[in-house]
Structures are given as structure tokens and as C-alpha cells.
């Protein structure tokens, strides 16, 4: 069922409207969820609006999956939601995390470092100050951006 849901925005946060929408549930079921699934817990800010952060949309999905598509009862779809979060506790304390995102990592990498190698050659023939002191700047935040990634993918390998 999931694959008929659209696909999650990169974005920080969402609003219960845009959760609904993209877990195709309704803002009051989400509401009771909170009330049921203890690792279901946005953020309140002014006037207690919630805001959902990506993985919660994640597991909001992982829920409606369970209760409507696998036919969980709401405290068999906690416990199953326990166990998932267990087993994903005991992979990283044994050391045996999925490292799904570093052969992406090292592309981005790839990519940052094929665009710096054509600004330096394009900015090479420029005799405009300006649009050089521009390139100059757009290859150091490349260069930051680039050392980030690095790092990030080096972690995840570790």
C-alpha cells in the first residue's frame, strides 16, 4: 500500500496537514497514535502546533502499513514497532549497521569534486574580478561541502 503514498519532500519539518496527506491518514488518527505509539512524538511549538520530522513520517507510514495493511491490532503493532526499534538498537551496539548510504556519499563526493575541477578550469580564463572573487567563493563552499560529505562517509565506514 505504501507504494501508492507520495513521496516524502526533503524537508526539516511538517505540519499535521502535510502528514495526513502524505501518510494518507487523517489529522485526528495521528493525533491518537501520539496517544498510542510512545516513539511517536513531534514537536510542539506556539499554540501547541506539531511538527513532524522525516523519520517520524517514516514511522508513521510503518504504522498505517501494520494496523491497515498487515492487520495489527494497535497494541500488537506497538509491540511489533518495539521489537523493530530493538533489533535496530542491538545492529548498531554489535557494530552491524547498514551502511546503505556511503557508496551515495562517495558519489556526492565524486560529483563535488568533478564541479571545483571545471570552476577552477572555467575561472582560470576569467579576467572579470568580480565574477572571480564569485567563483572563488562558490568553490570554497564546494570545498566545505565536499570536506563535510567526507567526513560524514568516513564516520558511516568506521
Same mark, same amino acid.
Given at each position: 500500500m505504501e507504494k501508492d503514498l507520495p513521496l516524502i519532500?526533503?524537508?526539516?519539518?511538517?505540519?499535521?496537514?502535510?502528514?495526513?496527506?502524505?501518510?494518507?491518514?487523517?489529522?485526528?488518527?495521528?493525533?491518537?497514535?501520539?496517544?498510542?505509539?510512545?516513539?511517536?512524538?513531534?514537536?510542539?511549538?506556539?499554540?501547541?502546533?506539531?511538527?513532524?520530522q522525516h523519520h517520524e513520517v517514516l514511522m508513521i507510514r510503518r504504522i498505517r502499513d501494520l494496523l491497515y495493511d498487515e492487520g495489527f491490532t494497535i497494541s500488537g503493532a506497538r509491540n511489533k514497532l518495539q521489537e523493530i526499534v530493538q533489533t535496530e538498537r542491538d545492529k548498531r551496539r554489535n557494530g552491524e549497521?547498514?551502511?546503505?548510504?556511503? *557508496? /551515495? $556519499? &562517495? @558519489? #556526492?563526493?565524486?560529483?563535488? *569534486? /568533478? $564541479? &571545483? @575541477? #571545471?570552476?577552477?578550469?572555467?575561472?582560470?580564463?576569467s579576467s572579470n574580478s568580480s565574477a572571480s572573487l564569485g567563483d572563488n567563493m562558490s568553490r570554497q563552499r564546494l570545498e566545505i561541502v565536499r570536506r563535510e560529505l567526507t567526513e560524514i562517509r568516513d564516520l558511516l565506514a568506521a
Open positions: 519532500p526533503a524537508k526539516r519539518y511538517f505540519t499535521i496537514g502535510e502528514v495526513s496527506e502524505l501518510c494518507g491518514v487523517k489529522p485526528h488518527v495521528l493525533r491518537y497514535w501520539e496517544q498510542e505509539f510512545t516513539q511517536l512524538r513531534p514537536m510542539k511549538r506556539r499554540g501547541n502546533r506539531r511538527y513532524y549497521v547498514m551502511l546503505e548510504g556511503v *557508496d /551515495d $556519499l &562517495a @558519489d #556526492a563526493v565524486d560529483e563535488l *569534486d /568533478d $564541479l &571545483a @575541477d #571545471a570552476s577552477e578550469f572555467e575561472g582560470a580564463d
